[in-house]
């Protein structure tokens, strides 16, 4: 391959990211404010593109734009490129030991377990700034700018790697005045008793039935969407609900709450350390994910003695 072929297949990289902004944006004006530039100047560089490339990118409509076949290809590829360009500049801007680490996290799961161990982590990477980004919605690493998340069900991301942290154990709880005026003995006992419900956790309660030998349908009741929410709720006696008990140590440990019976669940589903794979050796994620494993081993450890 002589060297005008070559020039020819490595486009110019404000090309590059006026293509890359208006395939994702759907749009040559949206490209332009993101990249503060002016509309043509999107338009002259996409052109510019589709002419080296000699492939048509683009399919004009009137004043609207969409990617043709080969544009929707070229997107997905060059996307990945960049990608790869911007990792490795951020790791040839900061040695091993430093860097940014934007972090999506679960709200109660952040803000109830991992914030409070997080000194430990600060002491040890003086050098590693972490931007947390709360998330209880599914998102997309493509669109979002974010190194790595902690997430709650099964590894079915595309393109990412997962590495499993801890599976959760739920057991039934209530506000203890509720549970001395129930005095409930037997699974069946909460039959008929008003029971909390999470929304991310709908057939919770049907498990845990189904776990004692009970066939119980799931019952209507009070559903909540944050972990947090409902552990108030079971405080002020609204009911019994059904929650993580790593999550709800310190509503056990004031007696807030009390567990009704000691017949914990454990979930199918697991938390999970997600990165996108062109991301899963970038230093920060690398120094994070080994040292949350070892504090989840170190609490692990704390909770058999």
């Not at 902004?21 to 993101?34: K, N, Y």
């Not at 004009?60 to 070229?74: C, F, N």
């Amino acid at each position: 391959m002589d060297v005008s072929q070559q020039r020819r297949l490595l486009p110019s990289t404000s090309m590059l990211l006026a293509f890359e902004a208006a395939s994702r944006t759907g749009s040559f004006t949206e490209a332009a404010v993101e990249l503060s530039l002016t509309q043509g100047a999107i338009s002259r560089q996409v052109r510019a593109l589709e002419d080296q490339l000699g492939v048509e990118l683009f399919a004009r409509v009137r004043k609207s734009v969409q990617l043709t076949d080969a544009g929707k290809h070229y997107a997905e590829e060059i996307e990945k490129a960049l990608q790869t360009i911007r990792l490795a500049s951020l790791n040839a801007m900061t040695d091993q030991r430093g860097g940014t680490l934007n972090l999506a996290i679960l709200p109660t799961f952040g803000t109830r377990w991992l914030i409070p161990r997080m000194p430990a982590f600060v002491e040890q990477n003086p050098d590693i700034t972490i931007n947390f980004v709360t998330r209880l919605s599914p998102f997309d690493f493509k669109k979002e700018d974010l190194h790595a998340a902690i997430h709650y069900g099964h590894t079915d991301w595309p393109d990412t790697e997962s590495t499993f942290l801890m599976r959760e154990e739920t057991v039934p709880v209530c506000a203890p005045r509720l549970l001395y005026d129930l005095s409930p003995d037997r699974p069946e006992d909460l039959r008929g008793l008003p029971l909390l419900h999470l929304a991310t956790r709908p057939d919770a309660w049907q498990e845990w039935f189904g776990a004692a030998g009970l066939d119980e349908p799931s019952r209507a009741g009070m559903v909540f969407e944050e972990i947090s929410t409902i552990a108030q709720a079971t405080v002020a006696g609204l009911g019994v609900s059904l929650l993580p008990r790593f999550l709800i140590e310190s509503e056990l440990d004031s007696g807030d709450i009390a567990i009704v019976l000691d017949k914990p669940l454990e979930s199918t589903f697991g938390y999970y350390l997600v990165t996108p794979a062109d991301k899963a050796d970038y230093a920060p994620v690398n120094a994070f994910r080994n040292w949350l494993l070892s504090a989840i081993r170190r609490d692990s450890t704390t909770m058999r003695e």
